[in-house]
């Protein structure tokens, strides 16, 4: 059935530079009808985040302004992977930038499509186990960042009440907390 | 401290409409340091998704060509408000359309932020209990789309699997499912 969902893309181009995107205009074939529509892709780099917890299990958060609600957020830790970095290097040098912590041990909670509808980028989650603080954060220019120890009920009673609304951050707590107190019990299987 | 973290606007212009956005620009001010960056702004409609499970406990599904990653997901029913519609209202027509299921009892989850970077839009998630084949699917001209019933169990194996890696389908499901087997014991309180 897959490849009968497949449409065919007949040519591409490019528009607006986004400063964070760069946006590309595809014409495709409707694998039914064959007629033609154009759509909008979003490309850009990769994206990081990660669960940072400290030696004594608390959870490293970030709060920070947010440009696309005109407000802060409570988020975990992360930001764009470099072009030609590597994602494992990038969440480990965006919580060190963000936060000031680092070392611990690593492990890949796997990767999220942000938007595959439009969005061409991966979110890659982490987890972090052990950190602790290696010096003051550097945050670039460009950035205001407030760092914030939490527990982690703290963290889940931050998600419940709303405070926590970042879909990725959400993500990658959600691989880690039981956030939601989910009702498996009530969708037989 | 969240006053500390506000940032300033000092003006905004539209570029290109990206069908599915309108990009703006913003000049906003450093609350710190008082320089003055450009940030983008992708304006849109709020999104819905619904976790949709039959009378008999399946969850209906579906499959579809996403353009940003060129290739087919599996993922949650749902799509775009539209202007003046309700996201209540919109979940139900979004279900009706891509799959012909309606009908049963519908409660709000809650809703995401899909990327506060730079989005201004939610994402609501809507869970709907007990519904059943209305009739054919009416999907739009410009899509084409495959219904998929499945068990709550294979829907967790499809996630961790890496078969769903739409975030904001994962974001519905969660609320729902237990999908990863979270770890809280690992993490301290």
């Not at 530079?17 to 205009?25: A, E, G, T």
């Not at 979003?42 to 030696?55: F, G, I, K």
Request: with cysteine; net charge negative.
């Amino acid at each position: 059935m897959a490849d009968d969902l497949d449409w065919e893309r007949l040519d591409s181009r490019y528009a607006d530079d986004l400063i964070l995107f760069r946006s590309r205009f595809d014409r495709l074939r409707h694998p039914g009808s064959g007629e033609v529509f154009e759509r909008l892709v979003l490309e850009s780099v990769d994206w990081v985040n990660c669960v940072a917890v400290t030696e004594d299990g608390r959870l490293v958060m970030v709060r920070q302004f947010r440009f696309g609600i005109a407000a802060s957020t409570l988020e975990t830790p992360g930001g764009m992977v470099d072009p030609g970095e590597d994602h494992a290097a990038a969440v480990q040098r965006e919580l060190r930038e963000e936060t000031g912590f680092g070392g611990g041990t690593w492990s890949y909670l796997g990767a999220v499509e942000p938007n595959p509808a439009f969005h061409d980028h991966l979110c890659h989650h982490w987890l972090a186990e052990g950190v602790r603080p290696l010096g003051e954060p550097r945050p670039g220019r460009g950035e205001r960042i407030e760092v914030v120890s939490m527990t982690a009920a703290e963290v889940v009673r931050s998600a419940r009440d709303g405070e926590i609304r970042h879909a990725l951050a959400l993500s990658a707590l959600s691989r880690v907390l039981d956030l939601w107190g989910t009702r498996n019990a009530e969708v037989a299987d």
